[in-house]
Structures are given as C-alpha cells and as structure tokens.
C-alpha cells in the first residue's frame, strides 16, 4: 500500500505546549500535504511541501521534509485549544489523487 | 480559492433504497474532482475521482457509481444500499493533479 502513515495515532498535550506528528510513506513522492480535520467535518489544507523543498512555515505550523527516509514531520508550537482536531498526511505519488494516511487525533488540553 | 458545496449533512436510509449526493464547485473551472469516504475514527478512501466531463476513475469495486453531467458538478449514487455503505462521504476539488484539495462538509449517511 502506499497509504501514509501517521504517528502518533493520538496525541493529548497541554496548552501552550508544542506537538509534533510524523507521517512516514514508501515510494518517491511529488510533493506531501498537511490537512486539518475538526470532528465531523471536511478536511481543511495546511501546508504543501514539495519534493525539493525541506522545511516550509505558516504562521505556527512548521513542516519538514525528508526524502531520504521518506518521512515528514508537522509541527505546531504554542497550541491552543482551537487547534484539537485530527491532522492527516496526504502524499501526491504523481497520478492523479493523493493518497491520505490515517490521521493523529490531537486534543489540547486547556 | 475554490468553493465545495455538498448536500445533505445527514442522510439515513433503508437498505436497498437509491442514494444520490451532489456536489458542486465554485471559484474554478475544469477542476479533478473527487469522492471519499471516511469510516468513523479513520482515514480516508477515495472512491472515484474525475478529470473531466463524463470522466470517472474508480478506485475500489463496490455498490457505488459516480457521475460527472457537467464540469463543476460530481454526482455519486447507488441503485441498492448496503449496510456496509454506512460512512462520513466527502467530495474533493482540486485545480489540478496533486495540488491541495478543497473539501465540502461532507454527508454522513447511515444505511440502517
């Protein structure tokens, strides 16, 4: 499967802390995109890093990229209780869909 | 930016009973399109997706059909539901191959 996968599959931090999720993927990619998913609702688009780009920002999200193990890391620094929401990998393997992974359920605890 | 409308919200129907969900796209022309489905806690399985007009791609066989009558407007359907039909159905938009996707609100049908 090329299927991404996150870790950790859950994740419960304090506000204020950072959190950190991981996505791992298997075969060459185009590029790697970070979603963000509140409970029952559409999957909203966070960052897009391509394949030759190793680290990009916006505002509190950072996001890096390493092709050579083939893994990404999402970043999220001083978080708030707004940010509770289950955040996705989805890698472009160059046809004509992205292929998601299974998602970090991340609560912030006030 | 690109706009996903999606209807209804929730959807309960008997088994064997026809299904049909609509999406449609503002903010962008000839768009890839994309249908979902997202059981309760996990990730998403995309179903079918469309690259044009009359253009559709399925990725998994299964009791469900989708169609693409004009350029903004995605269309997924069923004669017969199953039980296993039951989940979170999301339709997708992007400007092109492996650009970000917008999503609508999605459907959360219950076949029961």
């Known amino acids: 499967s090329q299927q991404g996968e996150e870790d950790p599959q859950a994740l419960s931090i304090q506000e204020g802390e950072n959190a950190t999720m991981n996505c791992s993927y298997k075969?060459?990619?185009?590029?790697l995109q970070w979603y963000r998913q509140n409970s029952g609702r559409g999957l909203v688009h966070l960052i897009l890093?391509?394949?030759?780009?190793r680290e990009k920002h916006s505002g509190r999200l950072r996001v890096t990229l390493d092709t050579s193990k083939k893994s990404s890391s999402l970043l999220i620094t001083a978080s708030r209780a707004a940010d509770t929401a289950s955040y996705f990998c989805?890698?472009?393997?160059?046809?004509?869909?992205?292929?998601f992974g299974t998602g970090t359920r991340l609560t912030i605890i006030p | 930016s690109q706009t996903i409308h999606q209807w209804p919200a929730t959807l309960v129907q008997p088994v064997g009973s026809p299904l049909s969900l609509e999406c449609t796209v503002e903010?962008?022309?000839?768009?890839?399109l994309y249908w979902y489905r997202q059981a309760a806690g996990r990730g998403l399985q995309l179903l079918f997706y469309?690259?044009?007009?009359?253009?559709i791609s399925s990725e998994v066989p299964q009791n469900l059909s989708a169609s693409r009558p004009q350029d903004r407007q995605f269309i997924l359907s069923s004669k017969k539901l199953l039980l296993s039909d039951s989940g979170f159905y999301l339709c997708?938009?992007?400007?092109?191959?492996?650009?970000?996707?917008?999503f609508g609100s999605g459907t959360q049908l219950s076949v029961l």
């Open positions: 903010g962008t022309s000839n768009p890839n």
């Open positions: 075969t060459s990619i185009n590029n």
């Open positions: 469309s690259v044009g007009i009359g253009q």
């Open positions: 997708a938009s992007s400007a092109d191959r492996g650009e970000k996707l917008f």
């Open positions: 989805a890698t472009d393997f160059g046809n004509e869909k992205l292929t």
């Open positions: 890093i391509r394949s030759n780009e």
